[in-house]
Nanobody, 120 residues
Framework: VQLQASGGGLVQAGDSLRLSCATS????????MGWFRQAPGKERGLVAS????????YYADSVKGRFTISRDNAKNTVYLQMNRLIPDDTAVYYC??????????????WGQGTQVTVSS
């Protein structure tokens, strides 16, 4: 399974960005999809996740009301719409897939990361 994240960039505080993560080689419609981020000197943490049927989504407190995760199972793609960006959102953003049929804990597949930099 391959995940390809894109859409990062350098923006100013208050701007918006939309990240995309296209997957291939697996059964996207079965996966729980998540977006993680890692800022310099900090641990990687979950930003948002969405169930396979979009019935439920999770957001970290720091992004609630500003970020929206969505998915298009027909396109094997998950998105992260980021609005009202702040400098603390600066990080490398990773998409990941959790296969419910996997015996491993946590997310099974990871993308390569896309840099988001928010200037003040």
């Amino acid at each position: 399974v391959q995940l390809q994240a894109s859409g990062g960039g350098l923006v100013q505080a208050g701007d918006s960005l939309r990240l995309s993560c296209a997957t291939s080689g697996g059964t996207f419609s079965r996966y729980i999809m998540g977006w993680f981020r890692q800022a310099p000197g900090k641990e990687r943490g979950l930003v948002a996740s969405i169930l396979s049927d979009e019935s439920n989504a999770y957001y970290a407190d720091s992004v609630k009301g500003r970020f929206t995760i969505s998915r298009d199972n027909a396109k094997n793609t998950v998105y992260l719409q980021m609005n009202r960006l702040i400098p603390d959102d600066t990080a490398v953003y990773y998409c990941a897939a959790n296969d419910p049929l996997s015996t491993r804990r946590g997310y099974d597949y990871w993308g390569q990361g896309t840099q988001v930099t928010v200037s003040s």
